[in-house]
């Protein structure tokens, strides 16, 4: 059976394995931290002489543990963004059962941060997209700490680079 943990409230009210969980069309936004439109802070990161909208971590994780485990997937996520001083409006994390993976993201006010695990290959495979005064790197760390894996390759993109 296929399980899926959707976080819609604070994280303290976690999720219910087992169940696939809909969000009203009025809680929808309860757990959305919405910018002002008169918002003017610069999202734009200015790094090295060079201004884009966000830094894009690829990572691949070898000889992780725990990568079927929703829970700890849900805990990940959120303390991986909290720790990049990412702001968390929503995190949906999809077992497919038995000993299949799991697939999840973190969606952040500065972008995301997705997972697609293979388990019977011990690979996780991270995207940390981040903006503005973000640290992609330390969510990386946090997620090292979670799933132990014996070898990680990292790369990093700077989308939308302005020229």
Not at 47 to 76: C, I, P
């Amino acid at each position: 059976m296929d399980k899926s943990a959707l976080l819609t409230e604070p994280v303290s009210a976690a999720i219910a394995v087992g169940e696939t969980h809909f969000l009203e069309s009025a809680s929808a936004h309860a757990h959305m931290h919405p910018q002002p439109a008169n918002d003017t802070r610069d999202f734009l990161i200015h790094k090295d002489g060079q201004t884009y909208a966000g830094a894009h971590l690829l990572v691949d994780f070898w000889g992780g543990s725990r990568l079927n485990d929703t829970e700890l997937m849900v805990e990940a996520l959120r303390e991986a963004a909290e720790a990049s001083d990412a702001t968390v409006l929503h995190i949906h994390v999809h077992e497919f059962g038995g000993e299949g993976g799991v697939s999840g993201v973190a969606v952040l006010a500065e972008s995301h941060i997705s997972v697609h695990t293979w388990p019977e290959l011990d690979y996780a495979a991270f995207d940390v997209f981040m903006c503005g005064a973000c640290r992609p790197e330390k969510a990386v760390k946090v997620l090292e700490r979670y799933f132990s894996p014996t070898r990680s390759d990292i790369s990093e993109q700077k989308r939308g680079l302005v020229e």
